[in-house]
């Protein structure tokens, strides 16, 4: 199995949770932390920016060899955007969709031969904010929005060769960049309480709470669910504002 952006947070999450499972993975991550996270899991690391059809292509053909074939893709490589619409500049726009759009396609081309060959799976990691969102966040729900977009595309457009598309859409999880997010408001600790009383669980979620839903995915027991988006926000999604 191969996670991108596995280096931390969820991505090393959803490794871990494979891992237990007995799976056999490896990372691709720009960040060379993920050569650490890989060796604490016993799991492979190659170093590639996704944003880049070249290293792409370098990188999954070197995963697929080491692994000795594929049988599951997680695009999970991802940022935040904290932008406003006039003030962002193309290049950031292009920055952005690049890592949370285009790099998944980007995987997915280069990883669909050797998925086609096991009948595996893929698991792309969307967000909540694909169909709800906050102020200052532009344009994350757009580029989110259309991860889901292709998940149903490639679901529809592989069925039939027996490879399975869906999507995971996190909620506030327990991560680097919610916490920076959450540090980045006026008050932090208030905006944190203000959260966590609009979450019907009254808690943010934790990354291997993500990676289990991911490793049921992209397991046998999720053989007859392809398309989907699963939320796994702790029932944000579901409340009306009141």
């Not at 200052?136 to 598309?165: I, Q």
């Not at 934790?206 to 669910?225: C, D, K």
């Amino acid at each position: 199995m191969l996670v991108t952006g596995g280096a931390r947070g969820i991505g090393a999450a959803i490794a871990e949770a494979v891992v237990d499972e007995g799976g056999s993975v490896a990372l691709l991550d720009l960040d060379h932390a993920g050569a650490e996270t890989a060796a604490g899991l016993g799991a492979r690391f190659f170093a590639c920016d996704v944003r880049s059809l070249e290293e792409v292509e370098r990188a999954v053909g070197e995963a697929v060899h080491a692994l000795g074939g594929l049988d599951g893709l997680v695009n999970n490589a991802g940022v935040n955007a904290y932008f406003d619409a006039v003030e962002m500049t193309e290049d950031d726009w292009d920055t952005v969709f690049a890592v949370d759009l285009k790099a998944a396609w980007l995987v997915a081309k280069a990883a669909l031969p050797a998925l086609l060959e096991r009948r595996g799976a893929i698991v792309n990691i969307s967000s909540i904010q694909a169909r709800l969102t906050i102020a200052g966040f532009f344009p994350y729900a757009a580029a989110k929005a259309g991860l889901e977009g292709l998940t149903r595309s490639l679901a529809l457009d592989y069925a039939a060769r027996g490879v399975r598309v869906n999507a995971v859409a996190p909620g506030y999880t327990d991560t680097r960049l919610v916490r920076e997010w959450l540090d980045r408001q006026p008050d932090p600790e208030a905006a944190r309480e203000s959260v966590l009383e609009k979450i019907p669980m009254g808690r943010i979620s934790t990354p291997r709470e993500i990676g289990n839903v991911v490793a049921f995915l992209l397991s046998e027991h999720a053989s007859a669910i392809t398309g989907a988006t699963i939320a796994v926000d702790a029932g944000l999604g579901i409340r009306y504002a009141t």
